[in-house]
């Protein structure tokens, strides 16, 4: 089973201090969530891929207040997400539904010489907020795809952005976080991955 963290914590005082939230040891790790306000107790639980978690707070000089808590339990899998290896042989789905967990991630990998091949079945997110237009995507409403070795954001895509039906990493390792600020019936993700062969340079 994977092991994973979770951490939840309260921000006191939203207006000018955050929490920032990391899967990894940097922040060019995934990011995973940015904790701040009156969130629930679902917003505020975030769960990582693996042993390592970063967390970033930060805030102004101007008021002091007391900052956040948190507590963090090590876990033997996730509701949602996982670590998967993957075939030119065979499909293998990947669904998500925010009715079971707001954050989901999975980690896929193919053999050296392969590519990472996504094919979006179907993609239903929230979206259409003033300010958003375009690849401009909120990063608490979206699903981002990383090469996980570079740890490179190679996309984000939301209701505003969709993806292609098929998404081609140039990569044999990815990282897929999936994220939504509440739970709804209506969003829903399927994709199916495989691997095929690198083009020859």
């Not at 707070?57 to 090590?74: E, N, Q, Y």
Request: charged fraction near 20%; include cysteine; charge should be positive.
């Amino acid at each position: 089973a994977v092991v994973s963290t979770q951490s939840t914590g309260t921000i006191l005082y939203s207006r000018y201090d955050s929490l920032r939230v990391y899967d990894g040891v940097t922040e060019k790790s995934p990011y995973l969530a940015n904790l701040c306000g009156r969130m629930t107790s679902s917003q505020l639980t975030v769960s990582s891929s693996g042993p390592t978690m970063l967390l970033k707070f930060s805030s102004d000089a101007v008021i002091s207040r007391p900052g956040f808590s948190a507590t963090i339990d090590m876990t033997q899998e996730s509701i949602c997400g996982g670590r998967f290896s993957t075939s030119t042989s065979r499909s293998r789905e990947l669904r998500w539904k925010t009715r079971e967990e707001l954050q989901c991630m999975w980690s896929i990998t193919g053999q050296p010489d392969r590519n990472i091949l996504l094919n979006f079945i179907r993609f239903k997110m929230l979206g259409g907020r003033v300010g958003y237009r375009g690849a401009n995507c909120p990063l608490d409403e979206s699903i981002e795809i990383y090469n996980t070795v570079e740890k490179k954001l190679l996309a984000r895509y939301c209701r505003n952005s969709p993806p292609p039906k098929l998404f081609l990493a140039e990569c044999s390792q990815v990282t897929i976080v999936a994220r939504a600020m509440v739970a709804l019936p209506n969003i829903d993700v399927l994709l199916l991955h495989s691997s095929t062969r690198m083009k020859s340079t």
